[in-house]
């Protein structure tokens, strides 16, 4: 099974992808520090694949966040500082020299750990964008989608009704109609054959 990674960066974010299919959660550990990058895709009980580096500049923890797609993991770094990166280890200083032309050149090639052949990551990051928007979720993730969604595009009536729905009914109802939900309180309804419990009690 082949795998690889690769990276691109916006102003706000550098973003590695592992391209490797199928991963499971369980077959997956990130670390993320302010300066490093550690991550173990579980391939077999005989073979990991993994990352462990020093990044270039500091990022935030905090935010920073991975997921788990279909076809790879993406791993995005929130920058602590709105500056470029060069690559994406941290490298011995080298001079540098080159023309303007080879400045507006550069502008559109970005950083790649492929020194020999430098990848065009505008292409690929709208490539990345493209797979992601194609890349139906599914289950519990297509459902938080679609309150994401409706949540978004919703008049403040939609989002007042279903924060109040939400945080009232302890998660087991969502409304989007004000009209009926700001009038009354509104009560719990969990699943066929369970039972709320109010854990204060």
Same mark, same amino acid.
């Given at each position: 099974?082949?795998?690889?990674?690769?990276?691109?960066?916006?102003?706000?974010?550098?973003?590695?992808?592992?391209?490797?299919?199928?991963?499971?959660?369980?077959?997956?550990?990130?670390?993320?520090?302010?300066?490093?990058?550690?991550?173990?895709?579980?391939?077999?009980?005989? %073979?990991?694949?993994?990352?462990?580096?020093?990044?270039? +500049?500091?990022?935030?923890?905090?935010?920073?966040? +991975?997921?788990?797609?279909?076809?790879?993991?993406?791993?995005?770094?929130?920058?602590? /500082?709105?500056?470029? &990166?060069?690559?994406?280890?941290?490298?011995?200083?080298?001079?540098?020299?080159?023309?303007?032309?080879?400045?507006?050149?550069?502008? +559109?090639?970005?950083?790649?750990?492929?020194?020999?052949?430098?990848?065009? &990551?505008?292409?690929?990051?709208?490539?990345?964008?493209?797979?992601?928007?194609?890349?139906?979720?599914?289950?519990?993730?297509?459902?938080?989608?679609?309150?994401? =969604?409706?949540?978004?595009?919703?008049?403040?009536? %939609?989002?007042?009704?279903?924060?109040?729905?939400?945080?009232?009914?302890?998660? /087991?109802?969502?409304?989007?109609?004000?009209?009926?939900?700001?009038? =009354?309180?509104?009560?719990? =309804?969990?699943?066929?054959?369970?039972?709320?419990?109010?854990?204060?009690?």
């Amino acid at each position: 099974m082949g795998i690889r990674h690769e990276w691109f960066q916006t102003e706000q974010c550098i973003t590695v992808t592992i391209f490797a299919k199928g991963v499971l959660q369980e077959q997956l550990q990130v670390q993320i520090g302010a300066r490093n990058l550690g991550a173990n895709v579980k391939i077999d009980d005989h %073979t990991n694949y993994t990352l462990d580096l020093i990044l270039q +500049h500091p990022v935030n923890p905090d935010t920073s966040s +991975h997921r788990i797609l279909k076809t790879k993991v993406e791993i995005t770094l929130m920058k602590a /500082t709105a500056v470029r &990166w060069d690559s994406l280890e941290q490298t011995e200083m080298v001079g540098s020299a080159g023309s303007a032309a080879g400045s507006a050149a550069a502008q +559109h090639v970005y950083p790649t750990s492929n020194r020999r052949n430098p990848v065009d &990551w505008d292409k690929v990051e709208a490539e990345v964008v493209k797979a992601d928007e194609e890349e139906k979720p599914e289950g519990d993730a297509a459902l938080n989608d679609l309150f994401q =969604k409706i949540y978004a595009d919703g008049s403040e009536d %939609t989002k007042r009704a279903m924060i109040k729905s939400f945080q009232e009914s302890g998660g /087991t109802v969502l409304s989007t109609n004000w009209n009926e939900i700001g009038t =009354k309180p509104v009560d719990v =309804k969990p699943p066929d054959g369970m039972e709320y419990k109010n854990w204060s009690e």
